[in-house]
């Protein structure tokens, strides 16, 4: 009785791989090649609908009228004969640059509190 040769288990000449072993390789590159490229256009739907929402977001700070309700008036004492030279808003807090006659100064003030945080004096050198 002869015995039969099962094909899938010969291996393929010049390889050490057989058929059934290329075919499950062949499955497999397809698959990760698929995956690669559901990836990849999830990563860009994710930038448009992050693109798209910029717009409906809430504005990164309060409205100057909602911010001038909210602190009411603000007293930040100086001396007399003194200006104020610029004023610069980032976020919470606020730079007044103040020139008088003791000289220049930068007032920082928390606006959420309505405090003064810190008074910088600049010296000439």
Same mark, same amino acid.
């Given at each position: 009785? %002869? ?8 291996? &393929? ?16 590159? &397809? @698959? ?8 990849? %256009?999830?990563?860009? %739907? +994710? ?12 504005? +990164?700070?309060?409205?100057?009228? %909602? ?14 004969? /003194?200006?104020?030279?610029? @004023? /610069? ?9 103040? /020139? ?26």
């Amino acid at each position: 009785m %002869a015995v039969e040769r099962d094909a899938d288990n010969e291996t &393929i000449p010049g390889t050490v791989f057989n058929a059934r072993q290329v075919r499950i390789l062949k499955v497999v590159v &397809i @698959v990760m090649g698929l995956l690669l490229v559901a990836g990849f %256009a999830f990563v860009v %739907a +994710a930038i448009v609908y992050q693109a798209t929402r910029m717009d409906e977001s809430e504005p +990164a700070g309060p409205p100057a009228q %909602a911010m001038a309700n909210r602190l009411g008036e603000l007293g930040l004492p100086v001396p007399s004969g /003194t200006r104020i030279e610029g @004023v /610069t808003l980032d976020g919470k807090r606020m730079a007044v640059h103040l /020139t008088g006659p003791n000289g220049s100064e930068i007032a920082v003030i928390d606006v959420d509190k309505g405090r003064v945080i810190a008074r910088i004096k600049l010296e000439p050198k």
